[in-house]
């Protein structure tokens, strides 16, 4: 089993920066996909973005593109989204996820894939 835990939410102001972290528990990071999804209440949950095991590949959505920053730290189990030039839109409580089956160089965007979720953290964006 896996445990994550998600920290660094807040309110921001649009056109400001954050930096979100998830923790995890366990053995055998290096070989897990980890992504970054999000929700807002009454919508489905969507992806944000993803980074293989080992590091070497990302994928983001078209709506974040260019603005978040994924990233990981294998020899801590931590992995991050800094989050640039944030819109209102970006308000939703975001989530990090595990996929143990992605090996070090696998990247999924389907939510279905992830097998252990965090708590979520709120990301608020003021106009």
């Known amino acids: 089993q896996v445990q994550l835990v998600e920290s660094g939410g807040g309110l921001v102001q649009a056109g400001g920066s954050l930096r979100l972290s998830c923790a995890a528990s366990?053995?055998?990071?290096?070989?897990?996909?980890m992504g970054w999804f999000r929700q807002v209440l009454g919508k489905e949950r969507e992806f944000v973005a993803v980074i293989s095991g080992g590091g070497g590949r990302t994928y983001y959505a078209d709506s974040v593109k260019g603005r978040f920053t994924i990233s990981r730290d294998n020899a801590k189990n931590t992995v991050s989204l800094r989050m640039n030039s944030l819109k209102p839109e970006d308000t939703a409580v975001y989530y990090c996820?595990?996929?143990?089956?992605?090996?070090?160089?696998?990247?999924?965007?389907?939510?279905?894939?992830?097998?252990?979720w965090g708590q979520g953290t709120q990301v608020t964006v003021s106009s």
């Open positions: 366990g053995r055998g990071f290096s070989t897990y996909t």
């Open positions: 996820a595990v996929d143990r089956d992605g090996g070090r160089n696998s990247v999924t965007s389907r939510t279905y894939d992830y097998d252990y």
